[in-house]
């Protein structure tokens, strides 16, 4: 079918709504895991595996999709994942035990994994450079308010119509995203780019991933920067709900945090191109550090008012939105030659880091969020060891490049 070229807005906002479906997926289940627990048996403890195994689904998946793209085309692929998702959203709706509901959703997750995956690998295939850190971060704006008003649709959804009805929303959301794909994006891999479906495809893939070192080092950043994070969506819901007795009003505290995470999103795509990915990343990973040592070291034994809770955790998620698009255009700008298994390389690597490192410090998130507070200054230190270090040897070559020259 041929399409019409569309408006850079247009694309924007195309590429947003396939990504934000694993966002719907994950923050609209929010204020129902309680209700999940108690009709399947779930623990509030293991309430965090419906949350952490739709991640690892997604890390697992793009290894597939991120390869079957490079071959077979990008929309293809994510018409599969998008056939794999309903199916296993089906499959939750009616899970009857603790064994079920997370393995619908690790399948959730490895279908969502396709639109994931193949969005990055169709911006890469138009665009490179800070530019592309600019549409990945106004992408990322109305991605953001995917988790803004997920909760709160959710919350609704729940108390008008039970919780299954959470699943079959995420499916008909898909739907239209899927059916805008198809009508309205062309093909983004030229017949001469793709390649033949083979084992050698993958382990090729891998090998080129491999030699560069900076596309490396940033994979294993946007993995451990991330873990946190993924700790405090885990665990939210029982910081507010059962540490704070905020139950009521968590929905809308979850997406007003949100909130500040797409306007620092979108502060960056108006300041990336003046001052650079790595400048914006490294002062914002400093920012956290510093945030989050503070409120470890004052409230390490006891836990504070919930003002200043969200004023610390409203600083650091509003830091944190000038991290995500640009780490992962710093990760992904040296091989643009192998978009789609390096996304997907770069996803696997980077989801498998955030869901191990997560699911530790969310075993510690019982009776304080001080855990999580730890965590962000733990894995941000590392991270920013690491993007000195990597500045510092891509600097080096260079140099040595010039001097040879």
């Not at 409203?314 to 789609?340: D, K, R, S, W, Y």
């Amino acid at each position: 079918m041929k399409t019409k070229k569309i408006s850079e807005l247009e694309f924007i906002s195309l590429m947003a709504a396939l990504m934000a479906l694993a966002s719907i997926s994950i923050d609209a289940l929010l204020p129902a895991l309680n209700n999940i627990a108690n009709t399947i048996g779930i623990t509030p403890n293991d309430n965090q595996l419906l949350i952490t195994m739709i991640f690892l689904g997604i890390g697992i998946g793009q290894l597939i999709s991120g390869t079957l793209s490079d071959s077979l085309g990008r929309k293809p692929v994510v018409y599969i994942g998008y056939g794999i998702f309903a199916i296993a959203s089906v499959c939750c709706v009616f899970s009857t035990s603790l064994e079920m509901m997370p393995i619908g959703r690790l399948l959730q997750g490895i279908g969502l994994s396709a639109p994931r995956s193949v969005s990055i690998a169709i911006i890469r295939d138009k665009y490179s450079g800070d530019y592309m850190a600019r549409i990945m971060s106004f992408i990322t704006v109305i991605f953001i308010l995917a988790p803004v008003v997920a909760p709160t649709f959710g919350k609704l959804m729940l108390d008008q119509f039970g919780w299954q009805s959470i699943f079959y929303s995420q499916i008909i959301f898909g739907l239209i995203a899927v059916i805008w794909l198809w009508r309205r994006q062309a093909e983004t891999l030229t017949p001469e780019n793709k390649k033949q479906v083979k084992l050698s495809l993958f382990t090729n893939g891998i090998k080129e991933f491999s030699k560069h070192r900076s596309t490396v080092v940033y994979t294993l950043i946007i993995g451990i920067i991330s873990a946190p994070f993924l700790a405090y969506i885990s665990a939210s819901q029982h910081i507010f709900e059962e540490q704070y007795n905020l139950g009521d009003v968590y929905p809308y505290i979850f997406s007003g945090l949100a909130l500040g995470i797409g306007l620092a999103t979108y502060l960056n795509g108006n300041l990336v191109v003046k001052y650079g990915m790595y400048k914006l990343s490294l002062i914002a990973i400093t920012s956290i550090l510093i945030l989050s040592g503070i409120y470890a070291s004052l409230f390490y034994a006891s836990n504070p008012s919930s003002i200043i809770l969200i004023g610390f955790l409203g600083l650091i998620l509003f830091a944190t939105g000038f991290i995500v698009g640009n780490i992962n255009a710093l990760a992904m700008e040296p091989i643009g030659h192998i978009a789609g298994i390096g996304a997907a390389l770069i996803g696997f690597i980077s989801t498998i880091i955030t869901v191990g490192l997560a699911t530790l410090i969310g075993r510690f998130v019982a009776t304080s969020a001080t855990p999580v507070f730890l965590g962000f200054a733990i894995c941000t230190a590392s991270s920013m060891v690491m993007m000195l270090m990597v500045n510092r040897s891509t600097q080096r070559s260079t140099i040595s490049l010039k001097t040879e020259y």
